[in-house]
């Protein structure tokens, strides 16, 4: 199967659906903790926002926006359920990746939640390591956060 990415920013309509899709499926995750979470996932002002496609149809989105002055934060991590595991989602990841560093930025981190086991796989597999809670997410015993330091491209 062969992908296309686009680069883009948080108005894209493509986007807004699929982070529509991926707050529904949070929702049911997350349950009670999900307005948690929710007040730090707003997408009104990111300015770097990668869509996949498949042919014309958006199957996965991600997003990075600045953390620290070496740090980029991924963001708004979703492929649709039934382009799961066809490697839509690393390609996304590595896209971030790259306009991170283009961007200046030595490193990623994230955060993703400890029920969702297909997420923790992807970031591994992509070789980021699990770090100490960052930020917002320090003491939240559902997040496991994670850094991967850019290497030069």
């Known amino acids: 199967m062969t992908f296309t990415t686009k680069r883009t920013t948080s108005s894209d309509p493509d986007f807004i659906v699929l982070v529509k899709l991926l707050d529904a499926e949070l929702a049911k995750i997350d349950g009670e903790e999900h307005g948690f979470y929710a ?58 990746e790259i306009w991170a560093h283009e961007l200046g930025f030595d490193k990623c981190v994230l955060e993703t939640g400890k029920r969702q086991p297909d997420a923790i796989s992807l970031y591994q597999k992509n070789s980021y390591h699990i770090i100490p809670n960052y930020g ?13 330091i850019l290497v030069k491209q």
């Open 39 to 96: 007040q730090y996932n707003k997408i009104d002002k990111i300015n770097h926002v990668v869509l996949v496609y498949d042919n014309d149809i958006p199957v996965a989105c991600g997003a990075i926006k600045a953390y620290a002055t070496d740090t980029m934060e991924v963001k708004r991590m979703f492929t649709q359920p039934n382009y799961r595991g066809r490697g839509a989602a690393s390609l996304l990841l590595q896209h971030l």
């Open 136 to 148: 917002q997410y320090e003491g939240i015993d559902n997040s496991i956060c994670f850094e991967k």
